[in-house]
């Protein structure tokens, strides 16, 4: 799940690259003499897998920016993804909100890449 906009980034570049891996070794699987044509494949779909669950996160990543998502969840343990979600929905940074609960940047950075599982119960609400 892209959580920011350097992911986002990050993520788009790397689809790029990944588009263009696939595009080479399409164009070479023909010409492609030493290579067992179940291995090019296979390398194919391994790459448009990859390709597909990137677009995936980059469009989960937009509609929750433009606010096109509503956020439910089922179980207790859907909760930190759904804080994640709930913050980029409301347009707000992780530094945003960091500043609005009075803590680092780095700390919500930390928070969100562990999914909150070191988070107390307190400070869950506190973000919530």
Not at 3 to 17: G, I, M
Not at 33 to 39: A, D, E, G, V
Not at 45 to 74: F, P
């Amino acid at each position: 799940m892209i959580q920011n906009e350097r992911q986002y980034k990050v993520t788009k570049a790397k689809l790029k690259d990944l588009e263009k891996e696939l595009s080479k070794l399409l164009e070479n699987r023909e010409s492609a003499t030493n290579t067992h044509p179940r291995l090019m494949r296979m390398q194919s779909a391994a790459l448009e897998d990859r390709i597909q669950m990137m677009y995936r996160e980059i469009a989960e990543y937009k509609d929750l920016k433009d606010g096109k998502v509503r956020i439910t969840i089922d179980r207790l343990s859907e909760l930190p993804i759904a804080l994640i979600k709930a913050r980029i929905s409301s347009g707000m940074t992780q530094g945003e909100l960091a500043d609005k609960i009075g803590i680092k940047e780095q700390q919500i950075q930390r928070y969100e890449a562990n999914h909150y599982q070191a988070v107390g119960f307190d400070r869950l609400l506190v973000i919530a």
